[in-house]
């Protein structure tokens, strides 16, 4: 096996949370609540001012779940933030609830709740940031990527990716995307878009505006068009935003000349959004969709993508976290999950990556998941995987490549300098 892939490009991460999580507490390997005791948490890495925050755990083992009664007799005087290992959720104590303004009895934060606090929490020092940049450049560099699109970008982000290129330490080419939550907050995540797009740099473009309109298959929050698990009038999921205010949302921003990215997992969320996208393309307002995850996507929904801009940004990765419980929740809507081979047949775009932290940020581990899926009755990918993780630009970081022969990554070279 052998490939040497032109800017190698991971098209879907979450850049600063991966550095954040390569320096800071990452608690993957965390078997039950109560052996936070255990853990030496005196890093300097792992605080944002006096906070206490990690990412990564997992309670499905675990015979005792997460409350925030345990971390508030763990921790009587210090907020503490424990993000999930799916990005979906947070495991928050009382003093962190009070600092945040919210109510739980459990402690624990789902989907909007979750995401709009976790941007509340108090910013990391400069000097922090700077070396949570360097960790993830770290991070892409050792998996062979060369180019990376951000799904959360920020102003101090930005800013500080500025300095670091002027100091010519950056050693990935990225695309930001700026995420909201809400209408109210869209005005700010606009602004701030179009002030980096006038001000972007040879490694670093501003693509546009970032929303979630549903959730995730593992806690059942993904919309779907049929309730999971075949339960009858069962839960279908849930959506994030309104239709009227998405296309309000959809508009403004291709009126900017920017692009929409929307995080849609389940069937029935990306037909909403492409049947929108046609309502609105309709209207004269005329832009790219990048659908973010389409974890399942219905056959008529993917003929309704074909007279719009659209994108679809897939991770192979994520059938392998979900293979062993995908086809028990979508039942009859299995046949649609993982569509790239269906995609690809219609010839809509696609790109693959990892979102990483959720996922290692791994070429070959979307390798795996395509040559692995045939066997669970996922239909072969038969297109070329270099094309799919490849940049669609060759203008942006010229002379980069990546170099992997028998699963290895042999050869790095970025804008002209061999990394690895």
């Known amino acids: 096996m052998f490939f040497k892939i032109p800017r190698l490009y991971d098209s879907h991460t979450h850049f600063l949370a991966t550095g954040e999580f390569a320096s800071g507490l990452y608690l993957q390997k965390l078997q039950s609540a109560e052996e936070l005791a255990n853990w030496d948490l005196s890093k300097n890495s792992f605080y944002r001012e006096d906070w206490l925050v990690g990412f990564g755990w997992n309670d499905k083992d675990w015979s005792v779940k997460p409350t925030k009664e345990i971390l508030d007799r763990l921790f009587p005087h210090r907020p503490v933030y424990l993000a999930k290992g799916d990005g979906h959720s947070a495991w928050v104590n009382s003093l962190g609830l009070q600092r945040l303004g919210l109510q739980s009895d459990s402690g624990i934060l789902k989907e909007a709740e979750h995401l709009s606090s976790w941007d509340r929490l108090p910013d990391f020092s400069k000097e922090q940031r700077k070396q949570h940049i360097l960790a993830a450049c770290n991070v892409y560099n050792t998996a062979g990527f060369t180019h990376v699109r951000d799904m959360t ?6 800013n500080s990716l500025v300095d670091l290129e002027n100091e010519k330490l950056l050693t990935v080419a990225l695309e930001e995307n700026f995420t909201c939550y809400d209408l109210k907050g869209f005005e700010d995540s606009l602004k701030l878009a179009l002030y980096t797009r006038q001000h972007e740099t040879p490694l670093l473009r501003s693509k546009g505006i970032k929303f979630f309109y549903d959730g995730s298959l593992g806690s ?4 779907l068009s049929r309730p999971y698990r075949g339960i009858p009038d069962g839960p279908r999921g849930r959506t994030l935003w309104s239709l009227e205010d998405v296309e309000v949302l959809m508009k403004r921003t291709w009126e900017a000349k920017l692009e929409v990215s929307v995080h849609v997992i389940g069937d029935q969320a990306v037909h909403d959004m492409v049947s929108l996208a046609r309502k609105v393309s309709a209207q004269g307002f005329v832009g790219r969709l990048n659908l973010e995850h389409a974890q399942v996507i219905r056959p008529e ?10 994108r679809c940004h897939m991770q192979p990765c994520h059938w392998l976290s979900d293979k062993a419980w995908l ?7 299995y046949r649609y999950a993982f569509p790239w081979e269906a995609l690809r047949m219609a010839q809509i775009p696609m790109s693959f990556g990892c979102d990483s932290p959720v996922e290692p ?7 795996q998941a395509l040559e692995e899926s045939p066997a669970a009755r996922i239909k072969k990918f038969n297109g070329s995987l270099e094309e799919v993780h490849a940049h669609p630009d060759s203008s942006f970081a010229p002379n980069s490549h990546t170099v992997i022969e028998d699963g290895k990554i042999k050869e790095v070279v970025f804008c002209g300098k061999t990394l690895l």
Do not use: C
Request: net charge negative.
């Open 327 to 333: 086809q028990d929740k979508l039942r009859d809507l």
């Open 220 to 223: 059942e929050t993904a919309y």
């Open 153 to 158: 970008g920020t102003e101090s982000l930005w």
């Open 361 to 367: 940020s791994s070429f070959m581990s979307n390798y």
């Open 301 to 310: 929904t993917i003929q309704m993508m074909k007279p719009l801009h659209v």
